[in-house]
């Protein structure tokens, strides 16, 4: 019970950077399906004045959007190694920033569940991806993440003279 314990982080890791990779072809070769789904957002946010917020330029674009999920499947693949676990936590915290993001978006804009007429497919690898990653975070890999975050911190921290 304790193998299995110790290998179920880097299953969840290794899941989730699967689901980030096969994403990357969809946003990064601007396939249909993105088209749609970064078109219904931005006609969305431009009802709210935000024109653009999801267009091809926007902040929120496809290429921002799958940037950041492949960085997080780099850093929770990398973060398997032992020496590299803390990057492990930055990869799930990345994630579980993103998947966040998407499971509002499916939610609460005109979006929805099921956009590309998948059966909700796109979803729920969205939220299995988020549940991941807040398991990683805060049962597996919390002193991680807390030495993370220490590090981060200790770039940004005057140094005495």
Partial sequence: MARFLNLLPHGMA???????????RFKFLNLPQTQVIFGKLDAWAASLGAAGLFGQTGLFSQYVIGSIELLAAALL??????????????????????????????LFTPLGTDPNNDGGGLFIAACLNWLFAVSLLFAFRRNDLIALLTRIGSIFRPTSA
């Fill in 77 to 106: 693949l990398i973060g398997i190694l032992p020496r590299f676990r803390h990057l492990q936590a930055g990869g799930a915290l990345a994630g579980m920033l993103v998947m966040s993001g998407a499971i509002a978006f499916h």
């Fill in 14 to 24: 290794i899941f989730m950077a699967l689901v980030f990779i096969d994403s990357l």
